[in-house]
């Protein structure tokens, strides 16, 4: 079955300042979503990536998706404490089925 | 309107007990999903129905049982409780099955296993 991993598992920046967050797949992907957990709340869509190469931006929040390297990278600029929370990565199957998350990255800005 | 409501939110009960999470969406979508979220935060697919069809089912003990009424409704019943069930259940939906793009989850619901 297809696994993702994300790094890193936990993250602490201080308001103002950028971080990146990976995903790394196992197989072939076929799509990779990204989604945003508060805490004690369910999960928030934030963006989707389906070619290679292919970059989106919503907000001070990029994702861009690395085909050949089965990799997706997650980038916030200038973080602020709105942006606190679980950050999961998803991938379908060659189905076209969503089925795996990675373990997720916890993210925690100090004002 | 919330678009896709789970009920209970927090559900305590002792080991052994049989009980069902509800879940409806709003939002006309074919294709409905339960995930089990653990205490280490894995989200892991348990059941997708796409028009009352079950098309996923990932290796889950046979004690949990989808219902699924009609397209708006997924149900997760759970029959004798063990401990390890303890965890977040989340309920989502997307348009279709195939290619499903954005998915729209519910809020959780919170079982703990005494």
């Known amino acids: 079955s297809q696994e993702l991993e994300q790094s890193p598992q936990s993250l602490i920046v201080q308001e103002g300042k950028n971080l990146t967050i990976n995903c790394t797949s196992s197989k072939t992907l076929y799509g990779l979503y990204w989604y945003k957990q508060k805490y004690g709340e369910g999960l928030i869509f934030l963006m989707m990536?389906?070619?290679?190469?292919e970059e989106k931006s919503h907000e001070k929040i990029t994702a861009k998706l690395d085909e050949k390297k089965q990799q997706s990278s997650l980038h916030i600029t200038a973080s602020q404490p709105s942006h606190a929370g679980i950050y999961l990565c998803g991938a379908g199957d060659n189905a076209g089925n969503m089925l795996t998350f990675g373990g997720g990255t916890r993210l925690m800005v100090k004002p | 309107d919330t678009a896709v409501s789970q009920t209970p939110k927090y559900l305590v009960t002792q080991m052994g007990n049989d009980k069902s999470i509800k879940c409806e969406q709003n939002l006309g979508h074919d294709t409905m999903y339960w995930y089990k979220q653990d205490s280490k935060k894995f989200l892991k697919i348990m059941f997708s129905y796409n028009n009352k069809e079950l098309i996923i089912n990932e290796t889950v003990p046979n004690r949990f049982s989808p219902k699924s009424p009609d397209k708006a409704h997924l149900n997760l019943h759970i029959n004798s409780l063990e401990l390890g069930d303890s965890a977040v259940y989340f309920c989502?939906?997307?348009?279709?099955?195939?290619?499903?793009?954005?998915?729209?989850f519910g809020e959780g619901s919170r079982l703990t296993v005494l």
């Open positions: 990536l389906q070619k290679g190469g």
């Open positions: 989502a939906s997307s348009r279709s099955g195939f290619n499903p793009g954005e998915l729209f």
